[in-house]
């Protein structure tokens, strides 16, 4: 037996049934920031830290930087004497407000046209005295959220932002409209009822920053939830960025593996559904059928009851009978009677 090759071994991931974090797609990211030379990024949304500690890995191997995390639970990760880890905790694109310029961006935030075209504003601004301007990779381009925005907490976002949403209802492939089903937060995210339309979903917000702004140039890469890269496209580095994408960029191929592979969890989740709607019927049966043994034994319990009480008025009367029969026994029996001659002849006797 051949130990299996190294690339083959099995990893443990954020989330065995499903892909979802950014992390996963280090392969594709990891060489692009590395052909840029960052010396500095700034990563949005740092959900379990795996990711952070990628980016001190790629800034320590080239000669140490500055990472930032921009969270609202944003925490410093121990990462090499060379790599110095910022974090700030708040809301982007709020915290992004007064923070210098980064080499690269990693936005991994809330999932909304609003809070995406926010981000790039702001990334913008604080760029807008740079030669070139920042590589930026942004997760979550493909389905569900391309085209439909996702709020974790809507009340932070002006009124006028937010479209009618749902914290119930689920998204499903092929699907503009909620459904019973489907991907769903349950409780832990909203998102909008209805999908696509203007100000709506990340890759609208994308393409809507990118139409005012015709120096920079946008990548598609589908798998898990999709990644985008945007580049300058005078920036020294940017040949060598796109031959990195040219295998994985607008892929067909990719494109059909998410698709596929959005389709079958959420028909996991249809099938979970419906088991637990089997179950709560196969629940409420029993209950129903355990109320009807309750009425039943109810209903016995009071024929059994009527049945000892009349059972007590016949040992009652019984008693009565056996009390009677006993007084009788107990009196003298009457003396015999004369026989009839004999009272015959008393009565023919003259009478003195």
């Not at 979903?201 to 999709?226: C, I, N, S, W």
């Not at 008693?319 to 009677?337: K, S």
Request: proline residues 8%; aromatic residues 8%; charged residues 25%.
């Amino acid at each position: 037996m051949t130990d299996e090759p190294e690339e083959y071994a099995p990893e443990r991931t954020l989330q065995p049934l499903l892909l979802h974090s950014l992390s996963e797609l280090r392969e594709i990211w990891r060489p692009l920031l590395e052909a840029a030379g960052i010396r500095s990024v700034t990563e949005i949304g740092s959900e379990s830290g795996v990711t952070s500690v990628v980016l001190t890995e790629i800034l320590h191997a080239g000669g140490g930087g500055e990472l930032t995390i921009v969270d609202p639970q944003a925490r410093e990760v121990d990462g090499p004497p060379d790599v110095k880890c910022h974090a700030v905790r708040g809301f982007s694109p709020d915290a992004l407000a007064g923070l210098p310029d980064s080499d690269a961006y990693l936005l991994d935030g809330d999932h909304n046209y609003w809070t995406v075209t926010q981000e790039l504003t702001a990334i913008a601004s604080a760029a807008a005295e740079r030669t070139t301007f920042p590589l930026l990779l942004l997760n979550d381009v493909s389905w569900p959220w391309a085209r439909r925005d996702l709020y974790y907490s809507p009340g932070r976002l002006p009124h006028e932002a937010v479209h009618p949403y749902s914290y119930e209802l689920g998204v499903v492939p092929g699907k503009p409209d909620l459904q019973p089903s489907g991907f769903r937060g349950e409780g832990q995210w909203a998102c909008a009822l209805a999908e696509g339309g203007p100000r709506n979903g990340v890759l609208t917000g994308v393409e809507d920053f990118l139409a005012d702004h015709p120096e920079l140039e946008y990548f598609h890469v589908a798998p898990v939830f999709g990644l985008g890269i945007i580049l300058d496209r005078s920036a020294p580095w940017a040949d060598r960025i796109r031959e990195l994408l040219a295998p994985y960029a607008g892929s067909p191929f990719l494109a059909r593996l998410e698709r596929n592979r959005t389709e079958l969890y959420v028909r996991l989740i249809e099938q979970q559904d419906a088991f637990g709607i089997a179950v709560k019927v196969g629940a409420r049966s029993r209950r129903e059928e355990l109320m009807r043994c309750d009425v039943a034994l109810s209903e016995a319990s009071g024929r059994d009851l009527e049945l000892r009480n009349q059972l007590g008025e016949f040992e009652r009367e019984l008693a009565g009978v056996r009390a009677e029969l006993a007084a009788a026994r107990a009196q003298p029996p009457p003396a015999p009677a004369a026989p009839l001659w004999r009272q015959a002849l008393r009565a023919l006797r003259p009478k003195r």
